[in-house]
């Protein structure tokens, strides 16, 4: 085997031109049609390697490979779920009422965080999303990842998963591992489709129109677009909330049925476009770009809020009395209003109430929401990116026989957050219903060169030498929201609640541009010190401008025992810089925390609110990897077994709420805090606890052929993976936020596949385990809100029918037996009205059906 990869790496030489991220580099028409001849015969992965591109059997460390087609085999309409099928260490909750992670799902793989994990596109570092999971289930609680649910199948020649750490190689964000998305490359053809399906409950009806087209750029080059349109309706996994039915039941007749929903977004006019082209120069030299725009609107609930008892709304007191407010109050006169009783079943129908209502002078929120009120929070996520460069061989001077890589890219991502459905309490009755809420920016720039040579060393084969440096600048600003949505109106004093209630809007106190910059450099080394031992060994310098230097190492090795059997290992050092936005995001949210739900504000680390109670400047998480496994491949049977094992310090996360006290609100105010007493609880940001990770990864594939068809494929991919927390802090970390961090993400996880092809059809059933977890509601981790959920299984099946060489019909169904989440228990379902622990693994909104038709050309 290693010979054809050999031969191949002789063919495509200029592809070994390595990037900061190892580029995907685009051939010339011919060597494409050659390569991918030989890449029929075995899968190829870029990422992991700085020397000639590799089969995943050759690969000192496990690398996935993904083809865009077995992809888009899914009823999902969203690439994360896509990716969940397919590799049993990555996975991704679903958001119900996690406010921006409600609209920009995190990742995690190898059960770390979603910024534990690099992303590539065309081997180019991907920019973050602007939105931060200040809600991220526990494990990605604080998280900031690029957001690559834009991208779509249909743009996809593959997708390249390293479970590895290689911050040495890539950089920063490396410890869990690297995945690369491949964007198509081919100058003719292309493909349009169009899916349709919804959830077994009859709600979340999904559209999605994609198509692909190729096309030559001079006899030498490409352009290939891509292009994605999605629509999907919300759903509802809710039942009516006790105190919600019990006002009805009393009289109270503006309250919906029900009150508040728990279900998945909605999601209008999701448009992405990708564009790849790249142009060959000849002399072995080549220029290339690619990027994209992509646009969303997406809309999610919020809690119920209660007309007897929100606190700072309807009431100061848990509900005995209303919160009344008083204009001559507000305005320096003695106060007049009299006390409304609110521990009845119905205020509305009180005699106090309509006497309040016809004073003039006093007011009641329940004038405007007199059933109480959910907001509803949505966003318009926009999200662009260009990257170019050119490579090629140098063949004369000093750097004669010198691949080389000069690439730059941009990226930006834009949330601009709106809430409906809500007031700010303090402008009592004159406040809107409607409000914009400001903008996140995420914007980040990057310059790499790029440089390769194979040194003879008397070796079996030349020592391949890297080398490069890199510049990135990346900046998070915070956009003021219109004045209504955070303004302290003239009834604050009164114990109204200030801004848009739910999702205070970004005040000018908030707002602003904060950036960093880093450079780096780094060399890398790889060769066959012997026909069957290779050895690899990297090395990386970065120093940033917001807290210092780091150096990182990586070291590799396979050795083969035998034609069909071979051993693996690395071992490395890596680091995740704190990102800008962690360390200066403002933000204000609702939690819910045994049950009842409180006002928390998110705070910058070292704001005078978030210092008082104990936040300190970030500083970069440490890591310690080391992983070693086997490889074994006979004929059509392929068997890879890994194990490893990471050590991260100082792992930074959002903190858990730490109550403002009313002992300190004289303290605080002094420090220029703006109305402690309407702060339940301050989170910040902070190096909170280390953590060790291991597991097990097992992929198995074999082919053969059975009923008398052309091909049968079985695959089998299971993980182990266990996390403990070695150290935290008690001030900032709660018992219940550690068990989540070492058990919300279940310890075993497989997938089973079976596919067969005829002539005129294809198939395929997938069989996919998820092992116990501990399954928590929202932020609550009380035992009526938390437990140990069971281990599950799911079942997935497609079918293909080829009307002809160009159209082929598909139908099939995610979760086709409905398997059901884990349930809440009675009593929390009663309070929140929700039916299924929304932490899970897998889909909690039940089966899915689609049908599909794809006309290929």
């Known amino acids: 085997m290693k010979t054809s990869i050999t031969k191949l790496a002789k063919n495509i030489r200029y592809v070994i031109a390595a990037s900061a991220a190892v580029s995907v580099i685009s051939v010339s028409p011919a060597l494409a049609q050659e390569a991918e001849t030989e890449e029929s015969v075995e899968k190829i992965a870029v990422v992991g390697s700085r020397a000639a591109?590799?089969?995943?059997?050759?690969?000192?460390?496990?690398?996935?490979?993904?083809?865009?087609d077995e992809l888009s085999k899914s009823g999902s309409v969203d690439m994360l779920d896509m990716l969940i099928s397919s590799v049993p260490s990555f996975n991704s909750r679903a958001q119900p009422i996690s406010d921006a992670a409600t609209l920009i799902r995190p990742i995690n793989l190898r059960g770390l965080s979603s910024d534990s994990t690099l992303i590539l596109v065309n081997g180019k570092r991907r920019h973050r999303a602007s939105v931060i999971a200040f809600q991220g289930g526990g494990i990605n609680d604080g998280a900031q990842g690029p957001d690559i649910s834009v991208i779509p199948s249909a743009a996809l020649k593959q997708v390249e998963v390293l479970r590895d750490g290689a911050a040495a190689q890539y950089g920063s964000d490396a410890i869990a591992g690297v995945m690369n998305f491949v964007l198509k490359d081919a100058a003719d053809g292309g493909s349009l489709s169009i899916k349709h399906g919804e959830y077994y409950e009859g709600d979340g009806t999904a559209t999605i129109i994609d198509g692909n087209v190729g096309l030559p750029l001079t006899e030498d080059g490409f352009v290939n677009l891509s292009f994605q349109l999605k629509n999907a309706d919300a759903t509802s996994r809710s039942r009516q909330r006790t105190d919600a039915a019990a006002l009805i039941a009393a009289g109270n007749t503006s309250i919906g049925d029900p009150a508040q929903i728990w279900g998945n977004p909605e999601i209008n006019d999701d448009l992405t476009i990708f564009a790849n082209a790249g142009i060959d120069l000849g002399d072995d030299k080549e220029v290339y770009m690619f990027g994209n725009f992509s646009e969303r609107d997406a809309i999610g609930g919020f809690y119920y809020r209660n007309p007897h008892n929100r606190g700072n709304v309807y009431s100061i007191d848990g509900?005995?009395?209303?919160?009344?407010?008083?204009?001559?109050?507000?305005?320096?006169?003695?106060?007049?209003?009299?006390?409304?009783?609110?521990?009845?079943?119905?205020?509305?129908?009180?005699?106090?109430?309509?006497?309040?209502?016809?004073?003039?002078?006093?007011?009641?929120?329940?004038?405007?929401?007199?059933?109480?009120?959910?907001?509803?929070?949505?966003?318009?996520?926009?999200?662009?990116?260009?990257?170019?460069?050119?490579?090629?061989?140098?063949?004369?001077?000093?750097?004669?026989?010198?691949?080389?890589?000069?690439?730059?890219?941009?990226?930006?991502?834009?949330?601009?957050?709106?809430?409906?459905?809500?007031?700010?309490?303090?402008?009592?009755?004159?406040?809107?219903?409607?409000?914009?809420?400001?903008?996140?920016?995420?914007?980040?720039?990057?310059?790499?060169?790029?440089?390769?040579?194979?040194?003879?060393?008397?070796?079996?084969?030349?020592?391949?030498?890297?080398?490069?440096?890199?510049?990135?600048?990346?900046?998070?600003?915070?956009?003021?929201?219109?004045?209504?949505?955070?303004?302290?109106?003239?009834?604050?004093?009164q114990g109204f609640n200030i801004g848009s209630h739910g999702f205070k809007g970004f005040g000018p106190e908030a707002a602003g541009k904060n950036s960093r910059h880093n450079i780096a450099a780094y060399i890398d080394v790889e060769a066959y010190v012997t026909e069957d031992l290779l050895l690899g060994g990297a090395i990386r310098y970065e120093d940033f401008s917001s807290f210092g230097d780091t150096t990182n190492y990586k070291l590799t090795l396979q050795y083969a025992v035998s034609d069909e059997f071979s051993i693996r290992g690395s071992s490395s050092t890596g680091f995740r810089a704190p990102t800008v936005g962690q360390a200066n995001v403002v933000n204000t949210a609702t939690s819910i925390v045994e049950g009842n739900l409180i006002q928390s504000f998110t705070a910058p680390p070292t704001d005078p609110l978030a210092s008082f109670y104990g936040g300190k400047e970030l500083t970069p998480e440490d890591s310690t990897s080391f992983a070693f496994g086997g490889v074994y491949q006979s004929g059509d049977f392929f068997f890879t077994l890994d194990y490893y094992n990471i050590e991260v310090e100082d792992r930074i996360t959002q903190s858990s709420q730490i109550s403002v006290l009313a002992e300190d609100y004289a303290e605080l105010e002094a420090l220029g805090v703006q109305n402690p007493e309407l702060i339940s609880a301050v989170t910040y940001f902070a190096n909170d606890f280390d953590t060790t990770t291991q597991g097990v990864d097992v992929v198995a594939n074999y082919s053969m052929e059975i009923f008398d068809s052309s091909d049968t494929d079985f695959s089998l991919a299971y993980n182990w993976n266990e996390t403990s927390v070695d150290k935290f802090n008690p001030d900032t970390t709660s018992d219940g936020k550690v068990r989540r961090l070492e058990k919300g993400v279940p310890n075993h996880r497989a997938t089973f596949t079976i596919s067969q092809s005829w002539d005129a059809l294809s198939m395929f059933v997938r069989t996919n385990y998820f092992g116990e977890y501990y399954a928590t509601h929202a932020d609550d981790t009380s035992d009526t809100w938390s437990e140990m959920a069971s281990a599950a299984v799911t079942v997935d099946v497609e079918v293909n029918f080829f009307v002809s060489d160009q159209v082929t019909i598909t139908a099939g169904a995610n979760n086709l037996f409905d398997q059901n989440a884990e349930r809440l228990q009675l009593e929390a379902r009663a309070v929140v009205g929700g039916v299924f622990y929304e932490s899970g693994p897998f889909d909690y909104n039940g089966g899915f059906y689609y049908l599909k038709a794809t006309y290929n050309f």
């Open 319 to 493: 509900g005995e009395t209303l919160l009344v407010g008083d204009v001559a109050q507000s305005q320096g006169a003695e106060r007049t209003c009299a006390v409304v009783p609110a521990n009845v079943p119905n205020v509305l129908e009180t005699d106090a109430y309509q006497a309040m209502v016809a004073d003039p002078n006093c007011f009641a929120m329940n004038q405007i929401f007199p059933g109480g009120y959910t907001p509803a929070f949505g966003g318009t996520i926009t999200d662009t990116s260009l990257a170019f460069g050119t490579k090629g061989e140098i063949k004369e001077g000093f750097l004669a026989d010198v691949f080389f890589d000069l690439s730059g890219s941009i990226g930006k991502s834009e949330s601009s957050f709106n809430l409906t459905n809500t007031l700010n309490p303090s402008l009592g009755l004159s406040t809107p219903t409607e409000f914009d809420t400001g903008s996140y920016i995420q914007l980040e720039k990057t310059v790499n060169l790029d440089l390769v040579k194979s040194v003879e060393a008397g070796l079996y084969e030349p020592i391949n030498v890297a080398g490069g440096l890199e510049w990135r600048s990346e900046s998070f600003e915070i956009v003021a929201g219109e004045e209504a949505s955070w303004l302290a109106g003239p009834y604050a004093d």
């Open 53 to 68: 591109p590799r089969s995943v059997a050759d690969s000192p460390v496990p690398v996935d490979i993904i083809g865009g």
